[in-house]
């Protein structure tokens, strides 16, 4: 699947978006190095802190149905420039994803910024942190 292709499965995925609160839908998709995409949208919740955003719901249904080697990563939001994935999507797409891995962070106005995710959480808290 190419990037364009990509972007259209988030901005897809993006309309399932359940955002009652913040009213800013945002949407994931998820390349796996099979060419399967799994499509997240951000949750929200009354009890605001139990939001889910779009890209952590993507990679929670992956890695939920067997799914961890990923290709690539898009995102899209309604933004004035690329949309910025916060930082707990962050730590999450470096726990799962290749270092080398690119990442397109995209908005509705067709800005596309295509990032590594070394690049995303430079420094990202990992599992050689761990001292076992
Ligand atoms: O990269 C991001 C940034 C924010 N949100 C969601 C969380 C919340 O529902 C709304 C406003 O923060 O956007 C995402 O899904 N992904
Ligand atoms: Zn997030």
Redesign the pocket.
């Known amino acids: 699947m190419n990037t364009n292709d990509l972007i259209k499965e988030a901005k897809k995925a993006r309309e399932r ?1 359940y ?1 009652p ?2 009213k ?1 839908q ?1 949407g ?1 998709a998820l390349l796996t190095s099979d060419g399967k995409v799994y499509h997240g ?4 919740n009354a009890a605001y802190s139990m ?5 952590r719901t993507a990679f929670f249904k992956a890695i939920s149905e067997g799914d961890k080697t990923f290709s690539s990563l898009a ?1 899209v ?1 309604d933004t004035e420039g690329p ?4 930082g707990a ?1 962050r730590q999450v797409i470096a726990e799962f994803c290749p270092e080398d891995m690119t990442v397109f962070l995209t908005n509705l106005k067709g800005d596309i910024q295509e990032i590594t995710v070394r690049d995303l959480l430079p420094g990202a808290f990992s599992a050689r942190d761990l001292n076992e």
Do not use: G, R
């Open positions: 978006a955002v609160y913040s800013f945002v994931a949208c951000n949750i929200e939001t889910n955003c779009a890209e995102v939001a949309v910025s994935p916060c999507c």
